[in-house]
């Protein structure tokens, strides 16, 4: 038995807050039961109360004590994926406190698949809420150290996994009418969820004014550096004022007398490297204070470029003043 899970249960079981690796990002965890911890999580992160949490469960097995009314579609989606990137929201059962969803009657489902965090809940007989271990609106923690310094000294524990393998968060699907909606782009790409499903929809990304899913704010994910996500890069770089830019690609470098320095999430091509590398890049040019802007290309639309995507059209997403 490692001692450094057995230390995460005790803290868990204490009604503490504690980060837990998972296979997509870093998780701010606490029991369910717990709404004075649950009520922490909020505050740690800083984070309106009105965007519900992921309940993280041991297995498919456990799903229905905490949802009900479960569409045939779910459960061939948690077959397939479970443990894994897919998070579903369902009917919660009476077993699912308000203060998790947010008063609502819906519950965000997963079950994860780090071995690390596998063997945690073996330790538990609750299962935790845990949302990403970042403040709110800024960059998902993928190592522990990340979530060090967001976090030291506001919790008392930090289970160290790791790099997480897949680097994005999972994606979310609901059901309306028993068919599956996506409520966000992530690790688990379209293209696998529909080879089980057939076509799925896409929520309005524009309805975010009373969004289903808060994710889906389009401001979110944000490193500290200016970030501009640009498809005519050549032009762009003729007309910006930036002088020292880091550019953030796929494979390929840029050269031209404005950028400092490239930054390429994966050489040979492979999405589920960029994806892995993404946020861990993101964080890295913020902590080295040089750069005036991030310059992006977007990525193939295709597989996890989409999720990708996804998160580099939020990361340059301007507020409207
Ligand atoms: O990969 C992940 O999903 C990570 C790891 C730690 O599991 N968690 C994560 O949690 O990304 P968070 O809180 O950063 O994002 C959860 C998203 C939020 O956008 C929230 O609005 C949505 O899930 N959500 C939670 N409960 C919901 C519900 N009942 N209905 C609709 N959306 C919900
Ligand atoms: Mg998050």
């Known amino acids: 038995m490692n001692k450094e899970i057995l230390e995460a249960a005790y803290w868990l079981k204490k009604n503490k807050v504690v980060a837990i690796p998972t296979e ?3 998780g701010l965890a606490a029991t369910i039961y717990s709404e004075k911890a649950i009520k922490e999580i909020y505050i740690i992160k800083n984070r309106p109360s009105n965007n519900p949490l992921i309940v993280h469960i041991k297995s498919l097995t456990e799903l229905e004590k905490y949802a009900q009314n479960i569409p045939e579609k779910a459960y061939l989606l948690a077959t397939a994926f479970w443990p894994g990137p897919l998070t579903m929201v369902l009917e919660k059962s009476d077993l699912i406190p308000d203060y998790i969803t947010a008063n609502k009657n819906t519950v965000a489902i997963r079950v994860p698949s780090h071995k690390v ?4 809940l073996d330790h538990l007989d609750f299962p935790i809420a845990a949302p990403s271990a970042n403040p709110s609106n800024c960059v998902s923690a993928t190592t522990a150290q990340h979530v060090k310094n967001y976090f030291e000294h506001k919790i008392p524990f930090i289970l160290d996994g790791g790099s997480c393998e897949k680097g994005l968060e999972s994606t979310i699907i609901g059901f309306e009418n028993s068919q599956p909606i996506i409520y966000r782009l992530g690790a688990l790409s379209i293209e696998k969820i529909e080879k089980i499903v057939g ?3 896409f929520v ?4 975010t004014q009373n969004p289903l899913a808060p994710g889906m704010f389009l401001k979110h ?3 500290q550096t ?3 996500l640009e498809t005519e890069i050549t032009s762009f770089l003729e007309q910006t004022e930036y002088k020292n830019i880091a550019f953030l690609g796929f494979s390929q470098s840029i ?3 404005k950028i400092k320095e490239n930054f390429l999430l994966s050489l040979n091509n492979n999405f589920e490297e960029a994806a892995k590398n ?5 964080i890295e040019i913020d902590s080295q204070h040089k750069f005036d802007a991030i310059v992006a290309l977007p990525f193939p639309n295709t597989d996890l470029g989409k999720a990708i995507n996804d998160r580099l059209t939020r990361a340059a997403y301007k507020l409207k003043t």
């Open 226 to 228: 200016p970030f501009h």
């Open 117 to 120: 965090t596998q063997e945690l």
């Open 255 to 257: 050269t031209h007398p």
């Open 278 to 282: 993404l946020y861990a890049t993101l």
């Open 199 to 201: 076509t799925v929809s």
């Open 24 to 26: 997509t990002v870093y």
């Open 221 to 223: 994910y944000a490193p």
């Open 204 to 207: 309005d990304k524009k309805a």
